[in-house]
C-alpha cells in the first residue's frame, strides 16, 4: 500500500510556536510515525504544508527591506520548501536509524503549474503567518494587505491561491519513489509557476493550498490512500458549536453533501475535504483527515475521517 501523506504546516510547528526547536521537535513527532508506517511496508510520499513558515518569511523580508532586496513570494515557497524538508528529512533519518530500516530520503524541490488567469489572484484567500487581533490586523491592511478575521486564534494575513494545474517535477518525484526513496515532494502546494506565451515558466507571488497540492501529488505518485494530518482527530460537522459532531466514515458523496451546506471554513477544513474527496472521486481507495496522535490507526481506516467511494 502506498500513502500520501499531508503534514499541515500546523502539524509543523509546535501549537503554533514557530521557533526552529519547536518546528524540529514537531517533524520528529510525525517522522516517528512515518517511521512506523514505513516499518509496516507502508509505502509513504511525504508533502507538507508552509503557511506560518511563509508568511513569517514574509514578515522578515518587510521588516528587513531597507538592508536587504526582499524576494518575492514564491521565492519565499521554495525557501519552506527547502527548509522544511531538510528538517522532515533529518529527523526521518534518525528515526529510521534508530529503528534500523534501511531506506534513504530525499526532498524536491517542487514547481506547479497554474493558470495566470486564475480568479485566485485577484480574490486573496490563503491565510499565512502569524494571527494578530484585530487592530493590528487593521494597521497591515492600511500598508495595503489583506487580512482576515479567523475566528478565535485572531486575524491572519490572506494570500492569492491559484488551483494547481499540474506538478512540473513529477518525473523526478516518480523516479526517486521507483528508485526506493522515501520522498518528500511538493511542499507548500508547490511553488506557483506559469507558463509565458513564449513558454518560459515564471514564479508568480501566490501560496497554493497543500491539500490540493496534495491530492494531484497523490495521484502523480498513484498512491491508495491520502492522509491529511492536521490537528484536529475529525472534520466536525457544526464545527464550534455544542451541536458538534465528529466525521468517521463517510462517503464523498456525503461529504461533499456537507461541504456545500457550509460544514467546513474555508482556507482550513474546507480545502482538506475538497482534497480528500478530488482524490477518492478520482479513483483513490480512501482518503483520511486526522491529527498524528491517530495516523496508524487512521490507515487502517480505524480513526479520522475516512472518506470513500460508496
Ligand atoms: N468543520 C471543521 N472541522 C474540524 N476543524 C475545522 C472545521 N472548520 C475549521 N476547522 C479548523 O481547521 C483547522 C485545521 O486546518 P488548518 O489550520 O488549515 O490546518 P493545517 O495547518 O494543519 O493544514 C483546525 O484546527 C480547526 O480549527
Ligand atoms: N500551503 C499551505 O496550504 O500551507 P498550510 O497547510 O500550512 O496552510
Redesign the pocket.
Known amino acids: 500500500m502506498r500513502v500520501l501523506l499531508a503534514l ?3 502539524a509543523m510547528t509546535n501549537a503554533g510556536r514557530a521557533r526552529p526547536e519547536d518546528q524540529i521537535g514537531a517533524a520528529e513527532v510525525a517522522m516517528a510515525a512515518v517511521a512506523s508506517m514505513l516499518e509496516q511496508d507502508v509505502d509513504v510520499v511525504i508533502t ?7 508568511g513569517n518569511l514574509l514578515v522578515k523580508n518587510e521588516v528587513a527591506a531597507a538592508v536587504v532586496p526582499p524576494v518575492p513570494l514564491d521565492w519565499c515557497g521554495a525557501q519552506t520548501q527547502g527548509t522544511l524538508g531538510f528538517v522532515l528529512m533529518d529527523a526521518l533519518d534518525v528515526e529510521l536509524a534508530r529503528r534500523g530500516v534501511d531506506r534513504r530520503t530525499a526532498a524536491v524541490v517542487t514547481r506547479a503549474l497554474v493558470d495566470a488567469a486564475d480568479s485566485g489572484f485577484a480574490k486573496p484567500t ?3 503567518g502569524r494571527f494578530l487581533p484585530a487592530d493590528e490586523a487593521a494597521v497591515m491592511q492600511e500598508h495595503g494587505q489583506v487580512w482576515e478575521d479567523r475566528g478565535e486564534k485572531g486575524w491572519r494575513r490572506v494570500v492569492a491561491s491559484p488551483e494547481p494545474l499540474e506538478i512540473l517535477d513529477a518525473a523526478a518525484v516518480r523516479a526517486l519513489v521507483d528508485a526506493g526513496f522515501v520522498v518528500i515532494a511538493n511542499g ?2 508547490g511553488i506557483p509557476v506559469v507558463r509565458d506565451p513564449d513558454g518560459r515558466l515564471r514564479g508568480v507571488e501566490a ?5 490540493l ?1 496534495a491530492a494531484l501529488l497523490a495521484r502523480t505518485v498513484a498512491a491508495d490512500v491520502l492522509v491529511i494530518g492536521t490537528d484536529v482527530p475529525n472534520a466536525v460537522l457544526r464545527y464550534g458549536t455544542p451541536e458538534a459532531e465528529s466525521l468517521g466514515a463517510v462517503t464523498v458523496a456525503e461529504l461533499r453533501g456537507y461541504a456545500a451546506e457550509g460544514h467546513f471554513a474555508s482556507g482550513s477544513m474546507g ?1 482538506k475535504v475538497d482534497a480528500a474527496c478530488r482524490f477518492v472521486e478520482q479513483g483513490g481507495t480512501r482518503a483520511v483527515i486526522t491529527d498524528l496522535d491517530h495516523l496508524a490507526a487512521a490507515i487502517a481506516g480505524d480513526a479520522g475521517t475516512v472518506v470513500v467511494p460508496t
Open positions: 499541515g504546516g500546523n507538507h504544508g508552509n503557511g506560518p513558515q511563509v490563503k491565510p499565512i507548500g502546494g501560496v497554493i493550498d497543500k491539500d497540492g480545502p
